[in-house]
């Protein structure tokens, strides 16, 4: 089954505990990207990635970290996390083909910073 | 800069009848596209229907259709004959950047909370 997979789909953690969501696409998309949802502003995107060693900054990129050392996986990693980052977190993906409009996204992780 | 507002926080309809939400848009570029998303309780996001911009008709899904007035600037959808699973989150997104290339990002509304009673 074509599938985003995201883990952990809820954590509870500390301040300045470092934490890593993972993320992982089966359909050799080139493109993924990181958002957070949070009420009343809908979902904002936090960083994109449009291949394998090539990433940027969305809109709200600010105590967040990325990597794209595969085409499948594409960590979130929060290296100091604070209790701004409580959210809850997609990860999406698509391929970059003309016509390929649509995000697929994971079922989302749910992220609780104490 | 280009922005989705969803104006509705939250609506509710009966059974079997059809609810329009709306969703107005605003960017400067020529060629853009309209989504539409479904959130329910459960938390994933589901697309519904997408329209282009260069799209002549209407778009429509099943029970969904999109209804695009683009000198308006609303990208409205409409569900007909409203089912007690229609109860969800529903957002609107519009995408950045060009079609040929692949865009970079979708910008959302903030969403309206839709209760379907029987």
Redesign the interface.
């Given at each position: 089954e074509a599938q985003v997979t995201q883990n952990p789909r809820y954590l509870i953690t500390v301040t300045g505990k470092k934490l890593t969501v993972t993320c992982s696409q089966n359909m050799n998309h080139?493109?993924m990207?990181w958002?957070r949802q949070d009420p009343?502003?809908?979902?904002?995107?936090i960083y994109?990635s449009?291949n394998v060693e090539v990433t940027?900054k969305?809109?709200v990129p600010e105590g967040y970290k990325v990597s794209r050392k595969e085409k499948r996986n594409f960590p979130l990693i929060l290296e100091s996390p604070s209790p701004n980052q409580t959210s809850?977190y997609?990860c999406?993906s698509?391929g970059?083909n003309?016509?390929?409009?649509?995000?697929?996204?994971g079922?989302?992780s749910?992220l609780t910073v104490l | 800069a280009q922005k989705?507002t969803q104006t509705q926080p939250g609506m509710f309809v009966q059974e079997k009848e059809a609810v329009t939400l709306d969703c107005t848009y605003d960017t400067s570029d020529q060629s853009y596209?309209l989504?539409w998303?479904k959130q329910p309780s459960s938390?994933?996001?589901i697309?519904l229907i997408?329209q282009?911009s260069y799209d002549e008709q209407n778009a429509t899904e099943g029970r969904y259709s999109l209804n695009f007035q683009k000198a308006r600037k609303s990208a409205n959808l409409v569900i007909s004959a409203s089912q007690l699973g229609d109860s969800a989150m529903y957002?609107c997104?519009m995408?950045e950047g060009s079609?040929?290339?692949?865009?970079?990002?979708?910008i959302?509304?903030?969403?309206t909370r839709l209760a379907v009673h029987p």
């Open positions: 080139e493109y990207s958002y009343g502003l809908g979902l904002r995107q994109y449009m940027d969305g809109d809850l997609f999406a698509k970059l003309s016509g390929a409009n649509v995000l697929t996204f079922a989302g749910r | 989705i596209g989504f998303y938390g994933e996001m697309f997408y282009g957002f997104a995408r079609l040929s290339g692949g865009y970079n990002k979708l959302f509304g903030a969403g």
